[in-house]
């Protein structure tokens, strides 16, 4: 199974302010959705509750440290090896980490592909996406979007996976 970070990011790291994503991007939510569907999606219990809703067609994954909390209709597990585990017993070939800053921080050392969405700005965030080695990656595809009505920053869609040699693998 192939375990995949989905993230947009500003020019510093940026990916949230108070508990929400700082921009509107329509083509970035259209990518997501048409990436994740019919995958897991693995997050942490701050996104989840920022999602505030089930997202069909996925099966949802919340990490939280919290031995009593419960979520309907979702699968609440203790750690990112819980999490996978989930995805690899539905049968998925491919599994997306969606955040927050600690999540992304447990998944980098054994990702295997980053779907990473530039966007091309700073904002005010409190949430950022880890620093990473980019020598261990390779860049396999970039596209660009420029800004229109429905997409407030310009923005560029990448397609980063790792060079084989350095994957950490989980227990």
């Known amino acids: 199974m192939i375990i995949s970070i989905i993230v947009a990011m500003d020019e510093k790291r940026g990916?949230?302010?108070r508990n929400r994503l700082p921009w509107h991007l329509s083509a970035d939510l259209v990518r997501f959705k048409k990436l994740t569907m019919n995958?897991?999606?693995?997050?942490g219990r701050k996104t989840y509750e920022s999602i505030g809703?089930?997202?069909p067609g996925?099966?949802?994954v919340v990490i939280t440290r919290s031995e009593n909390y419960h979520a309907a209709s979702v699968f609440v597990v203790h750690s990112?090896?819980?999490?996978?585990?989930?995805?690899k017993n539905h049968g998925d070939e491919e599994a997306f980490i969606i955040g927050g800053e600690a999540i992304?921080?447990?998944?980098?050392?054994?990702a295997q592909?980053?779907?990473?969405?530039?966007?091309?700005?700073?904002?005010?965030?409190d949430v950022f996406f880890p620093q990473f080695d980019e020598s261990e990656?390779?860049?396999?595809?970039?596209?660009?979007?420029?800004?229109?009505e429905k997409n407030q920053y310009p923005s560029t869609f990448s397609i980063l996976n790792r060079i084989k040699k350095n994957i950490i693998k989980l227990g």
């Not at 990112?80 to 995805?87: K, S």
């Not at 592909?113 to 965030?125: D, F, W």
């Not at 990656?137 to 229109?148: E, F, L, T, Y």
């Open 15 to 17: 990916i949230g302010f």
């Open 39 to 43: 995958h897991t999606i693995i997050m």
């Open 53 to 55: 809703k089930i997202l």
């Open 58 to 60: 996925r099966t949802m």
């Open 80 to 87: 990112l090896a819980e999490a996978i585990t989930v995805a």
């Open 104 to 110: 992304f921080k447990m998944a980098l050392p054994i």
């Open 113 to 125: 592909r980053i779907y990473l969405t530039n966007v091309h700005t700073v904002i005010e965030a």
């Open 137 to 148: 990656w390779i860049v396999d595809q970039c596209i660009d979007v420029p800004a229109d």
